[in-house]
């Protein structure tokens, strides 16, 4: 380990790994996820927790998983049944359905139906990032780098001083994290930042295995990087995509001022701004391009059907 990592040379890393591993073995939340290596359950997993809170997860990842348990099996779905589910539990952002029934696809046809087992690899999957190639690396084969998401920069910058830089982040995160142990340190050190360090601490009402080792706890200096927030839901143009997918799976095809009322009950077709027909074709021209909808003919009389 270098004398100049971001790390305080004086904190024994030993002990500190010892302590996290020790406090997370002892009692952790409980998803369902933690208790697999399968890649592909991994990844369905890693794809909904994006913005949006992990309990809300669960059901969601069970029922994607009961009715398509396999890669193959989401690769052979039909695409608008994958969208539904996921507008049915209200995930959010339909372009991650679409893109992980793509990467179920390029599993079978691009890697012979075996997973990639390496970040790098990992990456090619439609819609995979750095940070979700990771996260599979780490929790389906133990072969990832330390994951670095909100939780974990909250949790270094307070109990080590860690300056708010990316780069820093990820040379302090990778020198804590013990060699050959990602799975359950990556789930440690996020499940530290979820439970214990989290927006508002809970440094005494939890038994904090890093307590005397914090610098926060110590100064009483609590701030953290921000922490980007969700935009709200209710209102939103997330909400009235939702809405057009919902529709569109309860008809076989809609024409365009049959859908508009199902997607905001002041949607007026001669009207002159937001809600008139100009503000649908605009909604429906970014859900053609995401490949999730397809409008027929053209004008007034055009209809309105999920992309099979």
């Known amino acids: 380990m270098s004398e100049a990592g971001p790390l305080p040379d004086d904190h024994d890393r030993a002990t500190i790994r010892e302590a996290l591993i020790e406090w997370y073995e002892e009692g952790h939340r409980e998803f ?8 592909y359950a991994i990844l369905v997993s890693e794809v909904m927790s994006q913005q949006t809170q992990l309990e809300r997860v669960e059901e969601a990842w069970e029922a994607f998983l009961e009715r398509w348990p396999t890669a193959a099996a989401l690769a052979a779905a039909d695409r608008s049944e994958v969208v539904g589910l996921w507008t049915d539990h209200r995930l959010g952002y339909n372009n991650r359905a679409k893109y992980l029934h793509e990467a179920a696809r390029q599993v079978g046809e ?35 780098d330390a994951v670095v998401d909100t939780n974990v920069k909250r949790v270094l910058h307070r109990a080590f001083d860690v300056p708010d830089d990316d780069a820093i982040f990820e040379e302090a995160a990778n020198d804590l994290m013990p060699e050959g142990e990602s799975r359950t340190w990556n789930n440690a050190i996020m499940e530290l930042g979820g439970v214990v360090c989290r927006k508002t601490p809970r440094c005494d009402e939890e038994p904090c295995p890093w307590r005397e080792h914090c610098r926060a706890y110590e100064t009483g200096d609590f701030t953290a990087p921000d ?23 309860n008809h076989e095809e809609l024409a365009l001022d049959d859908l508009g009322p199902r997607i905001r009950v002041d949607y007026s ?17 970014d859900l053609e391009e995401d490949g999730l909808v397809e409008v027929v003919g053209n004008g007034d009389e055009a209809t309105v059907r999920l992309r099979r």
């Open 227 to 249: 922490v980007p927030t969700q935009p709200a839901f209710e209102g939103s143009r997330r909400q009235k995509r939702g809405r057009t997918i919902r529709a569109l799976r």
């Open 110 to 144: 691009e890697f012979d139906g075996e997973f990639p087992e390496e970040p790098d690899e990992l990456r090619e999957l439609q819609g995979v990032g750095p940070y979700t190639a990771n996260a599979v690396a780490s929790f389906a084969f133990n072969a990832g």
């Open 269 to 285: 077709p001669e009207g002159d701004g937001e809600g008139d027909r100009e503000w649908l074709r605009g909604l429906l021209s």
């Open 32 to 39: 369902p996820w933690r208790e697999t290596d399968d890649p």
